[in-house]
């Protein structure tokens, strides 16, 4: 059982700039690594993942060219770099890992979640 723990969320103007961290006491690189957002009201979407090895990287339309997620295998940790943020981007963001075939974009494709970190983008 891979435990998530999100950090790093919180509130930040229009055009800011927050990066979140998703960390765990196991060993993450045998997962594949993902970010998921809630937005209030809206079910849960894909924000952007990475393979284990951080050769490959996904991401939805809406965080393409603001978005950059990264990874950190030695420290069993997982990055969200999120530039020019929106009001819209205001969400409930998750970490995610899954062990097994995977289509990114799925969200019932994923195993392993964390419990969440709150990002607020004020206008």
């Known amino acids: 059982q891979v435990q998530l723990v999100e950090s790093g969320g919180g509130l930040v103007q229009a055009g800011g700039s927050l990066n979140l961290s998703c960390a765990s006491d196991?060993?993450?690189?045998?997962?594949?690594m993902g970010w998921f957002r809630r937005p209030p009201g809206k079910e849960r979407e894909f924000v952007a993942g990475?393979?284990?090895?951080?050769?490959?990287?996904y991401y939805a339309d809406s965080a393409k060219d603001r978005f950059t997620i990264s990874r950190d295998n030695a420290k069993a940790e997982v990055y969200l770099q999120m530039n020019s943020l929106k009001p819209e981007d205001t969400a409930v963001y998750y970490c995610?890992?899954?062990?097994?075939?995977?289509?990114?974009?799925?969200?019932?494709?994923?195993?392993?979640w964390g419990q969440g970190t709150q990002v607020t983008v004020s206008s």
């Open positions: 990475i393979s284990r090895r951080g050769s490959r990287e």
């Open positions: 995610a890992a899954e062990d097994g075939p995977l289509d990114y974009y799925n969200v019932y494709n994923w195993h392993y």
């Open positions: 196991n060993a993450l690189d045998g997962y594949s």
